[in-house]
C-alpha cells in the first residue's frame, strides 16, 4: 500500500510554468512506477506522463511532450512534473499514479491513486 499527495497546482497565465509534485509515504517508494493523468472540465482521465522506477525511462503522451518533464527523487519519495508553455487545454485536475514495475508497461495502469491538484491555465 502507497499513499500519494499532490500538490503545486494553481491558476497560471498561458505560455506560464508549474512544478507539481506528488509525495508518497507507505510502502517503499522506490518499487513503484510513477505516472501523472488528468481530467479536464467535462472529459475522462487522461495519460499524461510515466516514469521508471530507477528513472531511466520515461513516457509522455504527444501532447505535452517536448513541454513537460517528470522526474523522480526516491530518496524524498517524492514525483514530479515540469510543466511548461502552458495553454488553456492543459486546464484540468492532475492525478499522480503508482505501479508495482519492474519496467514501464504502456498504456501505463496505476494501481494506486492520490486526490490530485487543480491546474487552471488562464488569463
Known amino acids: 500500500q502507497v499513499q500519494l499527495v499532490e500538490s503545486g497546482g494553481g491558476l497560471v497565465q498561458p505560455g506560464g510554468s508549474l512544478r507539481l509534485s506528488c509525495a508518497a509515504s507507505?510502502?517503499?517508494?522506490?518499487?513503484?512506477?510513477m505516472g501523472w493523468f488528468r481530467q479536464p472540465p467535462g472529459k475522462e482521465r487522461e495519460f499524461v506522463a510515466a516514469?521508471?522506477?530507477?528513472?531511466?525511462?520515461?513516457l509522455y503522451a504527444d501532447s505535452v511532450k517536448g513541454r513537460f518533464t517528470i522526474s523522480r527523487d526516491n530518496d524524498k519519495n517524492t514525483v514530479y512534473l515540469q510543466t511548461n508553455s502552458l495553454k488553456p487545454e492543459d486546464t484540468a485536475v492532475y492525478y499522480c499514479g503508482a505501479a508495482v514495475s519492474t519496467g514501464l508497461p504502456y498504456p501505463f495502469s496505476p494501481g494506486f491513486w492520490g486526490q490530485g491538484t487543480q491546474v487552471t491555465v488562464s488569463s
Open positions: 507507505g510502502r517503499t517508494f522506490s518499487i513503484y512506477a
Open positions: 516514469i521508471s522506477r530507477s528513472g531511466g525511462s520515461t
